[in-house]
């Protein structure tokens, strides 16, 4: 007997529709140390282990001119430099028995310190920790060591030119001389002394210029904030000198640079002016570099990669500044098609400012950046240190509860009227490295061109 008719197995399952993301994060709580240091703690009996991370209100930017890569330097060292308490060797072979884990890092805008332990051994990680925020003592043997490794990375910085075209994309972009564009040279490096690390971690390494981010697997937080206040209430506040950072001059008109290297590949940078941070035009913006350049399914990658096969990696996407940011698309592809690839490029920033979008494309560009959104907090450590992080670069307090809310109000017209204010493919930069000689089309045709030497 039949049960089933052969037709009715190509009726489409009656699936429920599904609601919308219900993103409600928890907060956590948020406490002021006498001193001024800011705390978000959480608490979070998963696993047996306390994750810290301290962001430390500075970065690469406020290096002086005549030394940059002081700041990177000195973060390097905190840990790997010793302590006024523990020597080098005596922290990794502690931390390694332990496995326990202190790092530290400068990024442009921030410096950060992180620390991870087993429940078991909080006291003896959380000591060794504030020991480096605190009292780094900067060994003769790890700084020289340290400075090695960094004129070596400076030498071989040109190695990846993928990576070059970015760097040196944002560094024209801005100017070599303004703090968004500029980059560690030997002559800079080799310019900073133990002293000059000495006095950069004294003037910025203040209880009151730190944010700690503190979740894990603790009795309650009464509990924490006594260890806390143990380790870092003698830690002494005071006033943080910052350099004034001069304001951003981005030059009108259409720029263009090559950088001339026989590579099988050529490698394309396209930036245009982007928004300062806080701008509430970030949400259109997001959703519209997520339709231009931001997976698979993105018009860059749909055309130039997928319909024309003229490039394996391409993608676009914003950057926020305290000054003006970018939005930068990028495209490695065959010199004897770079002309195809780039022409597509400007084509489809072209594009998105003349028509109003799909409505099922941004609905799915939406999508991507809510789903990539709450999958960025695995754990309640990532999500505490979201919160923090967010305080630090001057956001509203509830800017996570209601970034979800905010990309979903996106709608096509947002989309357009955003795409007009802030693309000008007309006037955008063009920064390409590769070999000329195979270039299918002069370079020229695309606007005037500026030959710079790779150094």
Same mark, same amino acid.
């Given at each position: 007997?039949?049960?089933?008719?052969? =037709?009715?197995?190509?009726?489409?399952?009656?699936?429920?529709?599904?609601?919308?993301?219900?993103?409600?994060?928890? !907060?956590?709580?948020?406490?002021?140390?006498?001193?001024?240091?800011?705390?978000?703690?959480?608490?979070?009996?998963?696993?047996?282990?306390?994750?810290?991370?301290?962001?430390?209100?500075?970065?690469?930017?406020?290096?002086?001119?005549?030394?940059?890569?002081?700041?990177?330097?000195?973060?390097?060292?905190?840990? @790997?430099?010793?302590?006024?308490?523990?020597?080098?060797?005596?922290?990794?072979?502690?931390? #390694?028995?332990?496995? =326990? $884990?202190? #790092?530290? $890092?400068?990024?442009?805008?921030?410096?950060?310190?992180?620390?991870?332990?087993?429940?078991? @051994?909080?006291?003896?990680?959380?000591?060794?920790?504030?020991?480096?925020?605190? %009292?780094?003592?900067?060994?003769?043997?790890?700084?020289?060591?340290?400075?090695?490794?960094?004129?070596?990375?400076?030498?071989?910085?040109?190695?990846?030119?993928?990576?070059?075209?970015?760097?040196?994309?944002?560094? =024209?972009?801005?100017?070599?001389?303004?703090?968004?564009?500029?980059?560690?040279?030997?002559?800079?490096?080799?310019?900073?002394?133990?002293?000059?690390?000495?006095?950069?971690?004294?003037?910025?390494?203040?209880?009151? %210029?730190?944010?700690?981010?503190?979740?894990?697997?603790?009795?309650?937080?009464?509990?924490?904030?006594?260890?806390?206040?143990?380790?870092?209430?003698?830690?002494?506040?005071?006033?943080?000198?910052?350099?004034?950072?001069?304001?951003?001059?981005?030059?009108?008109?259409? !720029?263009?640079?090559?950088?001339?290297?026989?590579?099988? !590949?050529?490698?394309?940078?396209?930036? !245009?002016?982007?928004?300062?941070?806080?701008?509430?035009?970030?949400?259109?913006?997001?959703?519209?570099?997520?339709?231009?350049?931001?997976?698979?399914?993105?018009?860059? =990658?749909?055309?130039?990669?997928?319909?024309?096969?003229?490039?394996?990696?391409?993608?676009?996407?914003?950057?926020?500044?305290?000054?003006?940011?970018?939005?930068?698309?990028?495209?490695?592809?065959?010199?004897?098609?770079?002309?195809?690839?780039?022409?597509?490029?400007?084509?489809?920033?072209?594009?998105?400012?003349?028509?109003?979008?799909?409505?099922?494309?941004?609905?799915?560009?939406?999508?991507?950046?809510?789903?990539?959104?709450?999958?960025?907090?695995?754990?309640?450590?990532?999500?505490?240190?979201?919160?923090?992080?967010?305080?630090?670069?001057?956001?509203?307090?509830?800017?996570?509860?209601?970034?979800?809310?905010?990309?979903?109000?996106?709608?096509?017209?947002?989309?357009?009227?955003?795409?007009?204010?802030?693309?000008?493919?007309?006037?955008?930069?063009?920064?390409?490295?590769?070999?000329?000689?195979?270039?299918?089309?002069?370079?020229?045709?695309?606007?005037?061109?500026? #030959?710079?030497? #790779?150094?």
């Amino acid at each position: 007997m039949t049960l089933f008719s052969a =037709a009715s197995f190509a009726l489409p399952p009656a699936l429920p529709k599904l609601a919308g993301v219900d993103f409600k994060p928890p !907060q956590g709580s948020r406490v002021v140390l006498p001193n001024g240091m800011i705390v978000y703690l959480m608490k979070d009996n998963t696993l047996p282990v306390v994750h810290m991370t301290a962001f430390i209100r500075t970065g690469k930017l406020n290096d002086p001119v005549e030394k940059i890569g002081l700041g990177e330097m000195t973060a390097g060292l905190l840990k @790997d430099g010793g302590t006024l308490k523990y020597k080098p060797e005596e922290i990794d072979k502690t931390l #390694e028995f332990l496995a =326990a $884990s202190v #790092e530290t $890092s400068m990024g442009i805008e921030e410096a950060r310190a992180n620390m991870t332990t087993l429940k078991k @051994d909080l006291d003896a990680v959380l000591d060794i920790y504030a020991d480096v925020l605190m %009292n780094p003592a900067f060994a003769t043997d790890k700084v020289k060591l340290k400075r090695d490794e960094t004129l070596e990375l400076i030498r071989r910085r040109n190695d990846d030119p993928g990576r070059a075209v970015v760097r040196e994309a944002l560094r =024209a972009f801005y100017g070599p001389a303004h703090p968004y564009g500029w980059r560690s040279e030997e002559a800079t490096v080799n310019a900073v002394t133990i002293e000059d690390m000495k006095a950069y971690h004294a003037n910025y390494y203040k209880p009151n %210029n730190v944010i700690l981010a503190v979740a894990g697997d603790f009795a309650s937080e009464e509990e924490m904030l006594a260890k806390l206040k143990a380790k870092f209430g003698a830690w002494p506040r005071g006033e943080v000198k910052f350099p004034v950072i001069p304001p951003v001059e981005i030059k009108a008109g259409r !720029q263009i640079f090559h950088v001339e290297k026989d590579s099988s !590949q050529a490698y394309i940078v396209m930036l !245009q002016k982007g928004i300062k941070r806080h701008d509430p035009v970030e949400y259109p913006l997001s959703v519209t570099t997520e339709m231009l350049g931001g997976g698979l399914s993105s018009r860059l =990658a749909a055309e130039i990669r997928s319909r024309k096969g003229l490039a394996y990696t391409v993608y676009a996407y914003s950057a926020k500044k305290p000054d003006y940011g970018y939005t930068l698309a990028y495209c490695g592809t065959k010199p004897e098609t770079y002309s195809q690839a780039l022409s597509e490029m400007l084509r489809q920033f072209k594009l998105i400012t003349e028509e109003a979008a799909p409505a099922e494309e941004v609905t799915r560009a939406r999508d991507s950046i809510v789903n990539s959104f709450v999958f960025r907090f695995p754990t309640p450590f990532e999500l505490l240190s979201e919160r923090a992080s967010f305080e630090y670069y001057g956001y509203k307090a509830d800017y996570l509860d209601n970034y979800v809310e905010n990309i979903a109000r996106t709608d096509p017209a947002a989309v357009l009227a955003a795409s007009r204010r802030l693309f000008k493919p007309d006037e955008a930069m063009l920064f390409v490295i590769g070999n000329s000689k195979k270039f299918d089309k002069p370079l020229s045709e695309f606007g005037p061109v500026t #030959e710079l030497k #790779e150094d």
